[in-house]
């Protein structure tokens, strides 16, 4: 009798299930009949009214799913609930049905086009977010359809490509089941949620066959999934690709000696380094916004910084930009604000933006104006309290709603933090707003050492065992996010082991500073010791 057939997959939460299957069912593109030039008859009825019923009916589902949800499931369904109430998805798929008058083919192609961008990004924790734009496209799709999805049975094991958080939050596991994926993240939100709920998940299978029914046992513990005899793995139609001598990919990650990715970005200061930039090898893991803007005119100018902010998203092409919004006050005066009351209080970054708002506004719609020109994320300076990241997302969600009333294009960016207020780094576990973070050492160091700013290049030597260790504490509480670093200390080598030991893995340096970096990076074991004959 022929034996089970065991496959390799990788552990998203630990523990071990049996059940039958569950298959569950990839989404079908809209038919034929739904797509452009087919007969008017033959096309979904009711236009974008039909579309904005379809979206409400969808948040009210999240919201009774949220009823009773824990803080984590909670943050997952409001970040669903906030893309459907972005006003830019509903204006890009009103243009879409302008063109075919066809809503269900317009909300997909919408929606498909904002998954791509994030199933092609670099970093794996963007590239799982994918899973839940997919969510929110079915869902609004079986409102549409008057067919929402289905639970599936209790005890079973799901088995799919990837699952959808909301179908997960809204089965009962505790009947006991396990899911196994053929592809997949274990940085997904739907991992996440097993882990806190103890159900046993593995990813990356390959897909393989089986029925409805077939007994599958999930091992989260060794990271496989057991098929009952006669089951089989089903070679992918693509080939695998293969590795090149180089450990520089065409996305700028490199790769540790030991082969693990890093990703490698550059700093921009000037808006004369925009020219400079390479979108074949390299994003931006920071653009300081203020060396722009040199004068309280300038930050009124919604034009003149659009101009800029678009100038470097084209120049980047497909590579990811962060932009960092003003960081203003203390030792950075703004010419034009010097004698202000705010400055007198020490207001510096967020909170001279959120005490002056008329300035962040202007700053804000150019950045959501921008967005549609690249793969734009805004990072908020001198963050120290959770509040002032919800405060300014709000001011961004109202700009957004001002924008599309004056039917201008725009898009929402991924909206997250620096880390270089010590307070902060010690709790970034209660920065749930926040969808990525980055250390900014060089405020770090000045913090945490209570240097003045004149002192902390002769102090930072001296601090750097501290700051390591605070960085290393800080990245354990950033809950998958996306973390990086982008002060001073990432472009210097003697730095490297003890930021890789932290678990860095993505690094944004001064554009000078690069090729330094890169050669140590290839040099070093991603837990910071040498490669062997280094």
């Not at 317009?106 to 924790?125: N, S």
């Not at 005119?297 to 084209?314: C, G, P, W």
């Not at 707003?433 to 290049?457: C, K, M, P």
Request: proline share 7%.
């Amino acid at each position: 009798m022929a034996e089970p057939l065991r496959l390799k997959a990788k552990s998203a939460s630990p523990g071990i299930a049996s059940g039958p299957a569950f298959l569950a069912e990839e989404p079908k593109a809209p038919s034929a009949a739904e797509r452009p030039g087919a007969a008017p008859e033959s096309r979904a009825v009711g236009g974008y009214g039909a579309l904005e019923k379809a979206i409400d009916i969808s948040i009210g589902e999240l919201e009774h799913l949220a009823d009773g949800a824990d803080a984590e499931s909670r943050d997952i369904i409001d970040f669903q609930i906030e893309v459907l109430r972005d006003p830019t998805i509903a204006e890009a798929t009103g243009a879409r049905m302008e063109a075919d008058g066809n809503v269900v083919f317009a909300w997909a192609a919408t929606l498909d086009a904002y998954i791509g961008e994030l199933e092609a990004a670099d970093e794996e924790q963007m590239r799982a977010r994918a899973v839940d734009i997919l969510d929110i496209k079915n869902r609004v799709l079986g409102a549409l359809a008057g067919t929402p999805i289905a639970d599936f049975p209790p005890g079973s094991v799901f088995v799919g490509k990837d699952m959808e958080p909301s179908r997960f939050l809204a089965h009962d596991w505790s009947k006991g089941g396990g899911i196994a994926l053929f592809a997949g993240s274990t940085a997904g939100h739907v991992a996440l949620l097993a882990r806190a709920k103890s159900v046993p998940m593995v990813v990356g299978t390959g897909r393989f066959s089986a029925a409805d029914g077939d007994p599958v046992r999930v091992d989260g513990d060794a990271g496989a999934v057991v098929l009952k005899a006669g089951g089989m793995l089903i070679p992918s139609p693509v080939p695998a690709r293969t590795p090149t001598a180089d450990t520089q990919t065409a996305s700028g990650e490199l790769r540790t000696a030991d082969g693990v990715p890093i990703l490698l970005s550059i700093n921009i200061n000037d808006p004369a380094e925009i020219d400079a930039l390479d979108p074949a090898t390299a994003g931006v893991g920071l653009m300081r916004s203020e060396f722009s803007i040199t004068s309280v005119a300038d930050a009124a100018n919604e034009e003149r910084q659009l101009a800029i902010y678009r100038r470097v998203l084209e120049q980047a092409g497909d590579r990811p930009v962060t932009i960092r919004m003003l960081d203003i006050g203390g030792d950075k005066p703004l010419a034009g604000l010097e004698d202000l009351p705010a400055l007198a209080s020490g207001l510096r970054g967020i909170r001279l933006l959120l005490a002056r708002p008329e300035i962040a506004r202007v700053q804000a719609r150019a950045m959501l104006r921008a967005a549609v020109f690249g793969r734009l994320s805004v990072m908020l300076p001198m963050v120290t309290f959770p509040d002032e990241i919800d405060r300014m997302r709000e001011l961004f969600r109202e700009e957004a709603e001002k924008l599309g009333r004056r039917a201008l294009l725009h898009r929402m960016p991924p909206i997250g933090m620096m880390v270089e207020v010590p307070a902060a780094a010690l709790m970034l576990d209660t920065f749930g707003a926040a969808a990525f973070f980055s250390f900014g050492t060089n405020d770090l160091t000045q913090y945490l050492a209570a240097s003045a700013r004149d002192d902390i290049d002769a102090d930072a030597g001296k601090a750097a065992p501290a700051v390591l260790r605070l960085i290393a504490q800080a990245v354990k509480l950033t809950a998958g996010k996306p973390v990086s670093i982008c002060g001073d200390m990432a472009g210097d080598p003697s730095y490297l082991p003890g930021l890789l030991a932290a678990g860095l893995r993505h690094f944004s340096v001064a554009p000078a500073r690069r090729p330094a970096i890169r050669s140590a990076i290839i040099g070093l074991n991603a837990d910071g010791t040498r490669a062997a004959g280094e």
